[in-house]
């Protein structure tokens, strides 16, 4: 089951300008997580924010958690051409065992125009 | 240099056929997981284990079968009661509960 859903689906901006990315999910979670894929690659996990954490920072990449509408938003600021890839989010839920495992949403496919 | 290694890179299967995907990982990391990915969709989780000699199907298990019986290793085979193969499988692990995952770059099965 698809616990996040990504908006937009896709997204083309100018190089240098900023990308914004929403995600939605539906049930409690400990955790979020954000990851990028280039096409025909592996993910690779960008960074993790707690559900009490509001906003978290790495490097040009802005998150932020509101937990009461159960969104989450991703920010990639002063884009580049190397950015061009699609994003997910990734919600770790609690279960009986723990964080067992996380549910990717649908994802983001962001291209760079140079 | 530690990570997650998925090979084959491309593999073709034909009707009625098992295959098998291999996952091999030395960041010792005790959980790992199979996720299929279709084209432009979200990944779903096949199987997933969180000790050895111990995993837990995920949402779309029907047709796969997996191993756990070393650290290090998470084999995946398709059998052929899985009818609709054709996808890119992911191989992940992670050190435990509130870390990310670390991904293999992934198989590409076709069936031919």
């Known amino acids: 089951s698809q616990q996040g859903e990504e908006d937009p689906q896709a997204l083309s901006i100018q190089e240098g300008e900023n990308a914004t990315m929403n995600c939605s999910y539906k049930?409690?979670?400990?955790?979020l997580q954000w990851y990028r894929q280039n096409s025909g690659r592996g993910l690779v996990h960008l960074i993790l924010?707690?559900?009490?954490?509001r906003e978290k920072h790495s490097g040009r990449l802005r998150v932020t958690l509101d937990t009461s509408k159960k969104s989450s938003s991703l920010l990639i600021t002063a884009s580049r051409a190397a950015d061009t890839a699609s994003y997910f989010c990734?919600?770790?839920?609690?279960?009986?065992?723990?964080?067992?495992?996380?549910?990717f949403g649908t994802g983001t496919r962001l291209t760079i125009i140079p | 240099d530690g990570g997650i290694t998925q090979s084959p890179k491309y593999l073709f299967r034909k009707e009625g056929q098992n295959v098998t995907l291999s996952c091999e990982q030395n960041?010792?990391?005790?959980?790992m997981y199979w996720y299929r990915q279709d084209p432009g969709q979200g990944l779903r989780l096949i199987y997933y284990?969180?000790?050895?000699?111990?995993?837990q199907k995920g949402d779309i298990a029907e047709g796969y079968s997996v191993s756990r019986e070393k650290k290090e290793s998470f084999p995946l085979t398709v059998t052929s009661a899985q009818k609709n193969p054709t996808a890119f499988y992911l191989c992940?692990?992670?050190?435990?509960?509130?870390?990310?995952?670390?991904f293999g770059s992934g198989t590409r099965l076709t069936v031919v």
């Open positions: 049930t409690s979670i400990n955790n």
């Open positions: 284990s969180q000790i050895v000699n111990d995993f």
């Open positions: 990734a919600t770790d839920a609690p279960s009986r065992f723990g964080n067992e495992k996380l549910t």
């Open positions: 960041l010792n990391h005790d959980a």
């Open positions: 992940a692990s992670r050190q435990g509960f509130n870390y990310g995952y670390t």
């Open positions: 924010i707690r559900s009490n954490e």
